[in-house]
Structure formats: structure tokens, C-alpha cells
């Protein structure tokens, strides 16, 4: 008594699929990603009035504009009075991006920045610290159950 049956793995189950909720679109759009780069939006404006300050110290630090050759789905969205004309600007954030390799360098040397004032600030409140009245201790909680007697 053999019977004609399909291998488990040769059925086809439907995919039940949950139904989408609407959600209110995001104000900036998120880019294609390119591999080996970070995106950022970077302030240019803010209220009209332009912040020049901020756009000079964040290409310093390595961010570059990205040009609408590179979006091109993006020239929707961009700024007839645009300082940057080759430049993706959305209500005043200019889209910039990083290779990943500078934007982990960055933030490594920031993070070592941070400790090492961290250090120091230890260092010098411990300096004064005297072994008879202690200025910092571990302080260790132990939790204890009791019998229930």
C-alpha cells in the first residue's frame, strides 16, 4: 500500500505575512547606502539663519557633502536656494558622509580623550585621599534572605 505523497520539504505552506500599520513618514529621508561610508545630516541652518561655523568644523573633521550624482532619488527633495549646489540639503541639514575607517578612528580617539579626563579627574580628587578618613570607597550591598522563622 504505497502512497503517492510529496516530500515535506517540497510542500509549499502559505507565508502568513502581518499586516502592515501605517506610521507617519520620517522628515529626512534615509540614504543608499554606500559600503565602506558612514552617513550623517549635518546643520547648515537653523530658523533661516546660517550656522557656517558648524558646516567648516564638520568637514574639518573628515565629513564630506554628498552629491546628488551619488542620491539621485534625493533631487525631489532638495532646496532651490541651496548653498551647496552639487549638495543634498533637506530643511537645513546638509546630507555628508565618512569613510567608516576615519568615522571609528574618530570616535576611538574621542573615547581615549574621555577616559583620560576621567583619569585625571580621579587622579586628582584621590591625590588628597588619606587612608585614616577615605574620600571614596567601594561601596558593595549583599542581599540577604532570612529563614521566615
Known amino acids: 500500500m504505497a502512497e503517492n505523497r510529496i516530500a515535506r520539504e517540497l510542500e509549499k505552506r502559505s507565508e502568513v505575512e502581518r499586516p502592515k500599520s501605517w506610521q507617519p513618514a520620517s ?3 534615509e540614504p543608499d ?5 558612514t552617513y550623517k545630516w549635518i546643520r547648515v541652518s537653523t530658523n533661516g539663519q546660517r550656522d557656517p561655523k558648524n558646516v567648516s568644523s564638520k568637514i574639518k573633521e573628515g565629513w564630506e557633502p554628498v552629491r546628488i550624482e551619488e542620491q539621485p532619488r ?10 551647496f549646489e552639487d549638495g543634498i540639503e533637506i530643511g537645513g541639514l546638509l546630507l555628508c558622509k565618512m569613510p567608516t575607517d576615519f568615522k571609528d578612528q574618530r570616535t576611538a580617539y574621542y573615547a581615549k580623550k574621555n577616559k583620560d579626563q576621567m583619569d585625571s579627574v580621579d587622579n586628582h580628587y ?3 585621599n588619606d587612608p585614616r578618613m577615605p574620600m571614596f570607597s567601594e561601596r558593595k550591598s549583599t542581599t540577604s534572605f532570612g529563614t521566615g522563622r
Not at 33 to 37: I, T
Not at 74 to 83: C, G, T, V
Open 74 to 83: 534625493f533631487k525631489l527633495f532638495i532646496e532651490k536656494n541651496s548653498h
Open 126 to 128: 584621590l591625590r588628597e
Open 33 to 37: 547606502k554606500q559600503a565602506g561610508y
Open 27 to 29: 522628515s529626512l529621508p
